[in-house]
């Protein structure tokens, strides 16, 4: 029932910037928490970014706070995340998730396709 598109995704130099995009449908998204997930080659999943479902509280791991940015548009359905001063251990697929639970959990078992951020080095 729920369908999460990941795009945005690329090759960026290190110090470079790039902006995720989350199209979201089969629910009512404005009523959910979303998270940003990375996963790099070799490595387990990392939570890398939550916003509430009015886009008003935002939380981010100390490895990406001050650089990265996640923000939602209801209106669109659609999830974001802007990543500047990207840094090589940045690598990783990128995918975002529903919330769990409406209150807001932990992510829930649909997931996107993913998005692949390469930063050279």
């Known amino acids: 029932q729920v369908q999460l598109v990941e795009s945005g995704g690329g090759l960026v130099q290190p110090g470079g910037s790039l902006r995720l995009s989350c199209a979201a449908s089969g629910f009512t998204f404005s009523s959910y928490w979303m998270y940003w997930v990375r996963q790099a080659p070799g490595k387990g999943l990392e939570w890398v970014s939550s916003?509430?479902?009015?886009?008003?509280?935002?939380y981010y791991p100390d490895s990406v706070k001050g650089r990265f940015t996640i923000s939602r548009d209801n209106a669109k359905d659609t999830l974001y995340l802007q990543m500047n001063g990207l840094e090589s251990e940045d690598t990783a697929k990128y995918y975002c998730?529903?919330?769990?639970?409406?209150?807001?959990?932990?992510?829930?078992?649909?997931w996107g396709q993913g998005t692949q951020v390469t930063v050279s080095a």
């Open positions: 916003i509430n479902p009015a886009g008003i509280s935002t």
């Open positions: 998730a529903i919330s769990a639970c409406i209150g807001g959990c932990y992510p829930g078992g649909s």
